[in-house]
């Protein structure tokens, strides 16, 4: 079975630019979460969606969005980008909210 | 979600057994015992999971005393590869969220 997959694996931006980052889950799991990794900050919790609604979301401003389309498939888009927002971007699947969670290989974004 | 307190840094050489205990004084009731495994760059990866007692799998086990504010990760004799960021966390099965602490830098020399 494959694993979660993100694309683009890296991709370098711009500050005041916008980027969408692109997740596929484990076929058959409809969760997928979104998480941030910094070195400062940690893994910090970003938003969950489940059948296309967002269930949960982090403490993450506005310019954070995301959706999830009726394949499970997933999308974060970060509008007006910051240099603070140069992270490791990971998306996670699972079956159900009582399951645990297979992350992906992540999206290393750099904003210059 | 209770919170965890874990050792920042481990160092353990090949072969032997490695504990990671992390603390959740806090923990409630439903709350379950998770612990995640995560190399440079790379997602975590779930490693085990338990409610009270003792928990074994293929890779770890896991180690809960009765009044559960605690909780020891045990790998036995570990290899290079084992070096990696471990992190506990403490919810509700039921959670969809993962909350991670700062997690343990476990380093394994030869």
């Known amino acids: 079975k494959a694993g979660v997959t993100q694309t683009p694996r890296y991709l370098i931006k711009t500050r005041g630019q916008q980027v969408t980052l692109s997740c596929s889950p484990i076929?058959?799991?409809?969760?997928v979460s979104w998480y941030q990794q910094t070195p400062g900050q940690g893994l910090q919790f970003l938003f969950e969606y489940f059948s296309e609604t967002q269930r949960n979301k982090g403490n993450f401003p506005g310019r954070f969005s995301g959706r999830q389309f009726s394949n499970s498939r997933s999308e974060m888009n970060v509008s007006t980008l910051e240099l603070g927002d140069s992270a490791l971007y990971l998306c996670?699947?699972?079956?159900?909210?009582?399951?645990?969670?297979?992350f992906g290989p992540g999206t290393r974004l750099t904003v210059t | 979600l209770a919170k965890t307190t874990q050792p920042i840094s481990m160092d353990s050489y090949e072969g032997q057994e490695v504990n990671i205990t992390c603390s959740h004084n806090n923990i409630a009731t439903n709350d379950y015992i998770t612990w995640y495994q995560q190399f440079p760059s790379q997602g975590p990866r779930f490693i085990i999971q338990?409610?009270?007692t003792k928990v074994t799998n293929e890779v770890a086990s896991l180690f809960i005393p009765a009044d559960r504010k605690s909780s020891t990760l045990s790998l036995p004799r570990v290899s290079l590869s084992d070096t990696a960021v471990y992190y506990c966390?403490?919810?509700?099965?039921?959670?969809?969220?993962?909350?991670f602490g700062k997690g343990t830098m476990l380093l394994v020399s030869p």
């Open positions: 996670a699947s699972s079956s159900g909210p009582a399951n645990e969670q297979y």
């Open positions: 966390l403490v919810g509700d099965k039921g959670y969809s969220t993962l909350t």
């Open positions: 076929s058959g799991h409809r969760s």
């Open positions: 338990g409610y009270k």
